[in-house]
């Protein structure tokens, strides 16, 4: 698997790394919901994603956290020193689980297309055009 996704990631200009710490990422769901009502929810994701996948650094780790925050823009020190969210995070995860989820990714669309692991470029086709979202090209 690893070998496919460093090949696939490659297409796409990621570079696939996966020598780093496997650690809680609660924090680092707290901070993607912090993110969210700043408006930085994608960025954050992104820079959560890269810290992880390509640069092998522990989004477990606060202090890697608020380096993260701060390099899109938010100031994140008051969050990662409470528990602001958790509760939220938390539902997130047991709602998940009541929908058999219990790893990622996972992908719910519409409340009625799920999909779980990493997904061919043709898989998104089809269930992005059969609920719509694609038109078809011609």
Not at 19 to 43: C, I, M, P, W, Y
Not at 88 to 110: C, D, L, Q, T
């Amino acid at each position: 698997m690893v070998p496919y996704m460093k090949e696939q990631g490659a297409k796409v200009g990621i570079k696939f790394s996966y020598g780093g710490k496997v650690g809680n990422t609660l924090d680092s769901h707290r901070l993607v919901e912090f993110a969210k009502k700043k408006g930085k929810q994608d960025e954050c994701i992104e820079k959560l994603m890269s810290y992880y996948f390509e640069q092998e650094k522990d989004i477990s780790d606060k202090k890697v956290l608020a380096q993260a925050a701060n390099e899109i823009g938010i100031d994140a020190k008051e969050l990662l020193e409470g528990n602001e969210y958790d509760d939220a995070v938390k539902k997130e995860v047991e709602n998940a689980y009541r929908m058999g989820i219990s790893g990622v990714p996972a992908f719910i669309i519409n409340h009625s297309v799920s999909l779980s692991g990493a997904q061919e470029t043709e898989t998104w086709e089809e269930v992005l055009s059969e609920l719509g979202y694609l038109k078809e090209s011609k």
